[in-house]
């Protein structure tokens, strides 16, 4: 929602679409309480702290990077005019995008990580003699 909200804002023709553009961005913003309770639920206790810490370091990073990149591109995009006005919001749309491709990739090789192999439920499948074993569904 974020991403498509921020891509809506810079296509804007007018402020009053620009308001009714900001309402999915802000209800994606709603995604980020609810994304911590779930990736804390994905570590150990003992683990929280540095889950929060990691998670608080990145928000830090890149409340500090933003502006620096944004005005840059806001900068570079409206030297012939207002036109590019909406770059920075195309570029940190696709930003968003990119992470949740990354995120959502890291997920499937965990995934198919910790799922049992084929062969594996196979060799599990036969006796110490090397017969086949009673069916394992």
């Known amino acids: 929602l974020m991403a498509g909200g921020l891509a809506l804002v810079g296509l804007a023709p007018s402020t009053g679409l620009l308001f009714a553009f900001l309402v999915p961005y802000c209800l994606g913003g709603l995604?980020?309480?609810a994304l911590m309770a779930l990736l804390s639920q994905?570590?150990?206790?003992q683990e929280q702290g540095r889950l929060q810490g990691a998670l608080t370091g990145l928000m830090s990073l890149a409340a500090f990077a933003a502006p620096l990149l944004y005005t840059t591109v806001f900068a570079s995009a409206t030297r012939g005019g207002p036109a590019g006005a909406g770059a920075p919001f195309f570029v940190a749309a696709a930003l968003m995008g990119l992470a949740l491709g990354l995120a959502a990739w890291q997920l499937g090789?965990?995934?198919a990580a910790s799922a049992p192999h084929p062969r594996a439920e196979a060799t599990?499948?036969?006796?110490?003699?090397g017969a086949p074993g009673p069916p394992t569904h």
């Open 31 to 33: 995604m980020g309480p």
């Open 42 to 45: 994905r570590v150990a206790g």
């Open 109 to 111: 090789r965990r995934q």
């Open 124 to 129: 599990a499948a036969t006796d110490a003699t």
